[in-house]
């Protein structure tokens, strides 16, 4: 009966140590840590060593279910599947999260926690909606400033049209090259909508 841990963090220059520490305090013997992977592949290298490393009888040990999972349906999915393995999941700062899913109560549990789940999800994406038809009543459009500001687009233009690539114009504004292409494709549909 071992006690197994594993950490997470998104991008590489995130630093596990901490989950790593914390787990380590709470009783992992051994901790599988990812760096730079996302929760939502299924496909992660240290995930898959720690559910090979795992056996009857043994728990699991997290900081929290995202970093198992990166969706409530792929938590549910996770937990029934260490159940059925016969592993216990325990997590630090979730306390409904430390479930034996052998037993009929800790079953339906899970499948309250898969209830739930849905209805949070299409809350959000009914918030969502609502928030983003507002924004557009408003003339407002949803989503992050754009880096090409009317400057930088006018820049961008009469390099373009000295005969420079896209690549060279995004390396000289200093922005992505898909930036430049989709500011430039916006100018010419206005261009062409006021002709």
Known sequence: MNVVGYARVSTREQDPAAQEAELRAAGAQRVFVDRGVSSTLADRPQWSACLDWLRP?????????????????????????????????????????????????????????????????????????????????????????????????????????????LSHIAKVLGVGRSSVSRALDRATESTAQTA
Request: hydrophobic share 40%; proline share 4%; aromatic share 0%.
């Open 57 to 165: 009888g043994d728990t699991l040990m997290i900081r929290a279910l995202d970093r198992i999972a990166g969706s409530e349906a792929l938590a549910v999915e996770t937990i029934r599947d260490l159940g059925r393995r016969g592993v216990r999941l325990k997590s630090l700062t979730e306390p409904f999260c430390d479930i034996d899913t052998s037993t009929p109560t800790g079953e339906a549990i899970v499948g309250i926690m898969a209830v739930l789940a849905q209805l949070r999800v299409a809350t959000i994406r009914e918030n969502t909606r609502r928030g983003l038809a507002h924004a557009r009543a408003e003339g407002r459009i949803g989503g992050r400033p754009s880096v090409m500001t009317p400057e930088r687009t006018a820049a961008a233009a009469k390099m373009r049209a000295d005969g420079h690539t």
